[in-house]
Structures are given as structure tokens and as C-alpha cells.
């Protein structure tokens, strides 16, 4: 079975321009979550959605990000612009509920210069 | 106080060594507690969750004390692949709850 997709990999923008990273979660969970990764701040929670629906966005640090879940299937993690401060692994994860572990995407590296 | 708090190591040690990480959470309404592995490089993976009356899968115990808001993890016998950070994880109220420590960095010597 695929896990958790996320694309693409590695990403390096200049500061200003837009990012946008994609995630489709594993068939049949119902939460996906949003995270970003840094060595000072480790792995914070940025958002979820419970059944395409946004559930928690109080992680989300300013308005220059945006996240949209418009199927079961596939998410979007939107930045813009960027700034360098945003560099980070970000990391998409889902779940279904009753179970507690999170399954978690490979990451999307993040460079803004 | 952060909400979950970790020695971020690195602990260095043989292999054969038992090894012992610790956390401390704040949230005292915390339900559910976890230990996740991730590896250099790589996604973070669930390696066990944590019960109130302890738990063991091989050479991995877990120890929750509710009382000392204090969670464990006791690793046997280490092998050079358990060389990862690993994760101390405590669940709020809601599903989507998750906190997530800073992590221990363990490195397995040969």
C-alpha cells in the first residue's frame, strides 16, 4: 500500500515568490495534519482537517500561509510569499479515527533564499 | 514550560548497552502518550505507545507516571540500527492533539 505522498521532495525559492506543497494522504484516513519541522522549534503542528474540513489552524504562524484540503485525496500547503525563516522540512500526516498513530509523508525540504 | 520536554542528548553508547530516555510533559488532562523513531533524514514513525501500567515490545519498555507527568523509554541489548532520535509524543483532548518533544538523539557505537 502507498503511505503518505508528498511532493516534491526538495524545494528552493527565493524570498517572495509563492510555494506550494501537495500532500495526498493514505486512502481511507479521515485526519490530515500539516507540520514543520526546524531544529530550534522541532516538529510543530501547523493545521489539520478532520473529513476535508479545517479543524485546528492555530499553528498556522502568520497569514502568508494557507492550507486547503478540496477532496479526501490531496492537500495543499500554501506559502506567499516566502520568506527565508520559513526554511524547514515540512512534513503531512494522516490518521484515522480510533487509532492514535499517525502516518507520516516523507517531507517536502524547504529552502528559501 | 514547554509542553513536552526532552534531553536532546546525543547519547552516546556500545552496542549491548541499555539506554534510558526520559520525558516530562505539563498538561496534566494529557491522555495519550506515544514514543515515535525518526530516523536522519526521514519521517517520524510511531515506535510504541505508552500505557499506564508499562509496556514492552522486545527490547523496548515504556513507563508512564501519571503522578511525575513523566513518560520513559528503556531500550536492551542496543543494536547499531536503533541509532535515530526518538520522539516523546503526549495527545490533548482532541484527536489531532499531538505534541510533539524536540527528540533524544541515540548513537549505537560498534
Known amino acids: 500500500d502507498a503511505g503518505v505522498i508528498q511532493s516534491p521532495r526538495h524545494e528552493v525559492t527565493e524570498m517572495g515568490q509563492e510555494v506550494t506543497l501537495r500532500c495526498k494522504p493514505i486512502?481511507?484516513?479521515?485526519?490530515l495534519f500539516w507540520y514543520r519541522q526546524t531544529m530550534m522549534r522541532g516538529l510543530e503542528l501547523l493545521i489539520y482537517?478532520?473529513?476535508?474540513?479545517?479543524?485546528?489552524d492555530s499553528g498556522m504562524p502568520e497569514d502568508r500561509f494557507s492550507a486547503k484540503m478540496p477532496n479526501a485525496s490531496f492537500s495543499t500547503l500554501k506559502i506567499q510569499p516566502s520568506e527565508p525563516r520559513d526554511s524547514a522540512v515540512y512534513f503531512c500526516?494522516?490518521?484515522?479515527?480510533?487509532?492514535?498513530?499517525?502516518?507520516f509523508g516523507p517531507g517536502t525540504r524547504l529552502t528559501v533564499t | 514550560r514547554k509542553e513536552v520536554e526532552q534531553d536532546p542528548g546525543p547519547f552516546n553508547v556500545p552496542e549491548g548497552a541499555t539506554v534510558a530516555f526520559n520525558c516530562t510533559y505539563s498538561?496534566?488532562?494529557?491522555?495519550?502518550f506515544f514514543w515515535y523513531r525518526q530516523d536522519c533524514r526521514k519521517e517520524p514513525k510511531l515506535l510504541m505507545s505508552?500505557?499506564?501500567s508499562g509496556n514492552e515490545d522486545g527490547r523496548f519498555t515504556a513507563q508512564l507516571n501519571r503522578a511525575s507527568q513523566y513518560i520513559s523509554l528503556l531500550i536492551r541489548d542496543s543494536k547499531l540500527s536503533d541509532s535515530a532520535t526518538y520522539l516523546c509524543?503526549?495527545?490533548?483532548?482532541?484527536?489531532?492533539?499531538?505534541?510533539f518533544g524536540k527528540g533524544t538523539k541515540l548513537s549505537v557505537k560498534p
Open positions: 500526516a494522516s490518521s484515522f479515527k480510533g487509532s492514535y498513530e499517525q502516518y
Open positions: 486512502s481511507g484516513h479521515d485526519y
Open positions: 482537517f478532520n473529513n476535508n474540513v479545517p479543524i485546528d
Open positions: 498538561n496534566s488532562a494529557s491522555q495519550s
Open positions: 505508552v500505557y499506564s
Open positions: 509524543v503526549v495527545r490533548g483532548g482532541s484527536q489531532g492533539n499531538l505534541i
